[in-house]
């Protein structure tokens, strides 16, 4: 089975996908770990973001894995290497829709995740796995929030992970995500007709939770937005 959960930056999909992954004995993938280990590889070897060809090139000889431990962590390998502790921070943020709009870099992309997705029964969160990716997924979800709550909840998870930051500037970078993920030529952030809307503003993420796994365990059906607030 595959379970697709998309969303803007800010809507908590890792952190749902991952325990939703966790509590079903399923793989996690995380899709954008993935975007943001290629971002990381381009700092660090002083690839020009603004040049398409050398970002394509880069992408092409990047060896990228994910590997689940068996206490539920996720392991970002890159070119052999866990880079996971590294790809969280502002820099790479400020990036990272930059390279993953590119053409060339998500079909590299799609196939990888597609690879890792025959593994087995597996969870995976991003902008366009449910349109893109794997359209057929038999479970699709559209995880939301609020604008001042996905920006809040950033600048939290950046506080906490020690970075220096402050809620102004996660609000701007959270703006200019949204527009680049929403506008992009190839895989554009879009709510898949057949997906389940989840407006979790309101809610915590064992509440969240619950209801993804609720809607996994009953039968196929779509629920409208004004519907998924009320259950």
């Known amino acids: 089975m595959i379970i697709a959960i998309d969303g803007p930056a800010g809507a908590g999909k890792s952190t749902i996908a991952k325990k939703v992954?966790?509590?079903?004995?399923?793989?996690?993938i995380d899709t954008g770990a993935m975007y943001r280990a290629l971002a990381l590889k381009a700092i660090k070897e002083n690839v020009d973001i603004a040049?398409?060809?050398?970002?394509?090139?880069?992408?092409?000889?990047?060896?990228?894995?994910?590997?689940n431990d068996p206490d539920g962590t996720l392991q970002v390998m890159l070119d052999g290497k866990d880079v996971g502790s590294q790809i969280r921070q502002p820099a790479i943020t400020k990036v990272v829709s930059d390279i993953a709009k590119i053409k060339e870099v998500r079909q590299v992309m799609v196939g990888l995740q597609r690879e890792l997705g025959k593994r087995g029964n597996s969870v995976l969160d991003g902008r366009d796995i449910g349109t893109v990716?794997?359209?057929?997924?038999?479970?699709?979800?559209?995880?939301?929030a609020d604008f001042a709550?996905?920006?809040r909840r950033r600048y939290k998870e950046l506080i906490e992970a020690g970075q220096q930051v402050t809620l102004e500037s996660?609000?701007?970078?959270?703006?200019?995500?949204d527009n680049i993920d929403s506008t992009?030529?190839?895989g554009p952030l879009k709510q898949a007709e057949d997906a389940i809307y989840i407006d979790s503003t309101n809610m915590s993420i064992e509440e969240v939770v619950e209801t993804v796994l609720r809607h996994i365990k009953s039968p196929s059906h779509n629920v409208t937005k004004s519907q998924e607030k009320t259950l």
Request: no cysteine.
């Open 21 to 28: 992954a966790w509590k079903l004995g399923f793989l996690y």
């Open 51 to 67: 040049s398409t060809h050398k970002i394509i090139s880069m992408t092409a000889r990047a060896t990228i894995n994910l590997i």
């Open 133 to 144: 990716v794997f359209p057929n997924a038999e479970k699709k979800f559209y995880l939301d």
């Open 149 to 151: 709550e996905r920006s």
């Open 170 to 177: 996660v609000q701007a970078d959270v703006k200019n995500r």
């Open 184 to 186: 992009r030529e190839v």
